[in-house]
């Protein structure tokens, strides 16, 4: 399926349920930065993906797998780098509530459960999700990397800082010494 028709209606959906084949390539992450331009990752990534839906009443089962590389950047020395990604997810929708309800307290069976509007299921927001819940907290491109220097930002991974071991005349350096 091609990932700019991500529009399911719940209707349609047949008993034995949907089986989708995504590829999520550079048009799609293009796309994505345009919407939302504060993403977390670097560049285009390269996805594919399979997703299969069921429909059990007004709910609907979606499960799927993500397999691919993201370019993100390294959280220590600000380069850019290929993360390999695999991922499978399961997804339980309902129906979204009614409008004007009272605030009420979630039980944590209604934590795995998430909601559609009207006659369509959105997945290009699901998948976006997913993407996003496939990231690292902190990218590194290598457990050993050494980051990028505090003072002159030279990229330790590549070369060797030049600046000189003299002690900070700030007011502060003293805490560097305090042991605890």
């Known amino acids: 399926m091609h990932p700019a028709n991500l529009q399911i209606n719940v209707a349609r959906l047949r008993e034995e349920g949907l089986d989708l084949r995504l590829s999520l390539a550079e048009d799609w992450f293009a796309r994505w930065q345009e919407d939302d331009p504060d993403l977390e990752f670097s560049g285009p990534g390269h996805l594919v993906g399979e997703v299969h839906l069921e429909r059990h009443g007004h709910d609907i089962l979606v ?3 993500l397999e691919g590389t993201l370019q993100v950047i390294c959280s220590r020395c600000l380069v850019s780098f290929s993360h390999p990604v695999a991922a499978d997810f ?5 129906p979204a509530p009614t409008s004007g309800r009272e605030e009420e307290e979630l039980s944590r069976a ?12 959105n997945l290009e927001s699901i998948l976006r999700e997913q993407v996003l819940l496939t990231l690292p ?13 505090p003072r002159c930002g030279a990229d330790l991974n590549r070369e060797t800082c030049q600046c000189s071991e003299k ?14």
């Open 63 to 65: 499960r799927g797998h």
């Open 90 to 94: 399961d997804l339980l929708l309902a």
């Open 110 to 121: 209604d934590l795995d459960v998430d909601y559609y509007t009207g006659e369509v299921v």
């Open 137 to 149: 907290l902190k990218p590194l491109c290598s457990e050993t990397c050494r980051g990028i220097c």
């Open 167 to 180: 002690e900070s005349d700030s007011p502060l350096a003293i805490l560097k010494n305090i042991k605890l």
